[in-house]
């Protein structure tokens, strides 16, 4: 959606992805691990209940994407043919010249999340601590590794890079288990937070992702280090010490709700918005940059808040009560 905000860009906004798999890793050991360590919930259980989650809003952002590009003329109808049905299939596109999913390009980062769901519930759940920092540590090597032989922080969607993307979440997915099984020590050495530093750790979050530390800058990957290893770790641990309360709450909720089936179809939106702006206009909406950009934000928003009240909301409840009455069968 940068493009419609221009001249204000938001360079870091890319660091999002880090959080999202920060937060992948405590809220899933959070909900998890006690069942899966019991033996209450088996690996296939959780699989299919991470599956369950995480591909139908990615095949709305996809679809919604294929028909974009249907709507935009921009690819072939063999190509798009076969985007569609690897996209179905969860596979990457192998064209080098283009992302590994064209449809719906945040997907990369989904794909990741299922492998690192599928290693979680195989055997990291049942990991001692030792052996989960080793992980994290590893992966963090790695991650580092790939930055600055490539130059950049913003790696994993890439064809030959899609094992650094396995390196990012292992990373900050680690770190967030980590995180949730020291949580007792945690919140007994910092307190409750109020509502004061909840707002405080919102804007933390809203500064560290629209701080103008362009990719071409010699700062971008320390300032990407420094938020990946030590800032959003810290963020974390403050957030999950924090209690909000009324329409703050209320509000907190509302944007956890909203966040993933934003996540979900936000790419492919943009890119509907912006083929339907040229269609009707004759140029492109960068053009009316940066007042686009506000509207842009809000039909994303709004298609996100269709997309979860009256399809995933639902779907949920329906493939939850499916998942527990085979489980119990099983």
Request: hydrophobic share 50%; net charge positive.
């Amino acid at each position: 959606m940068i493009p419609a905000f221009r001249p204000v860009t938001s360079p870091s906004s890319y660091l999002a992805v880090d959080i999202f798999f920060l937060l992948s890793g405590f809220v899933l050991a959070a909900s998890y691990e006690q069942r899966l360590q019991s033996g209450y919930l088996t690996a296939r259980s959780f699989f299919a209940l991470r599956l369950s989650r995480i591909y139908p809003l990615y095949m709305v952002g996809t679809l919604f994407g294929f028909f974009v590009f249907v709507f935009r003329e921009e690819i072939s109808p063999p190509s798009l043919s076969q985007a569609l049905t690897l996209a179905v299939l969860f596979l990457p596109n192998p064209d080098p010249t283009t992302n590994l999913y064209p449809l719906n390009p945040p997907a990369w980062s989904l794909l990741s999340e299922l492998v690192m769901s599928f290693i979680y519930g195989v055997f990291l759940c049942r990991a001692r601590n030792a052996f989960v920092w080793a992980t994290a540590a590893v992966s963090g090597v790695a991650f580092t590794w790939a930055t600055v032989v490539h130059g950049r922080a913003d790696i994993g969607f890439q064809q030959d890079l899609l094992w650094a993307g396995m390196a990012r979440i292992g990373l900050s997915f680690s770190v967030g288990v980590l995180v949730y099984r020291h949580l007792n020590d945690l919140r007994a050495l910092i307190g409750p937070l109020g509502d004061k530093a909840t707002i405080a750790i919102f804007g933390a979050v809203v500064l560290a992702l629209t701080a103008p530390v362009s990719q071409t800058s010699p700062l971008s990957m320390p300032y990407a280090m420094l938020m990946i290893f030590i800032v959003f770790p810290a963020i974390m641990i403050a957030s999950v010490n924090a209690s909000p309360t009324g329409r703050l709450k209320d509000t907190s909720i509302w944007l956890g709700r909203l966040s993933f089936p934003l996540y979900a179809v936000h790419a492919p939106a943009f890119m509907g918005i912006e083929g339907l702006t040229h269609r009707i206009t004759g140029v492109e909406i960068g053009f009316y940059a940066p007042w686009a950009g506000p509207v842009v934000l809000a039909a994303a928003v709004w298609i996100a808040l269709l997309v979860e009240r009256h399809f995933d909301r639902p779907l949920r409840s329906v493939l939850k009560t499916w998942l527990s009455k085979k489980s119990y069968a099983s």
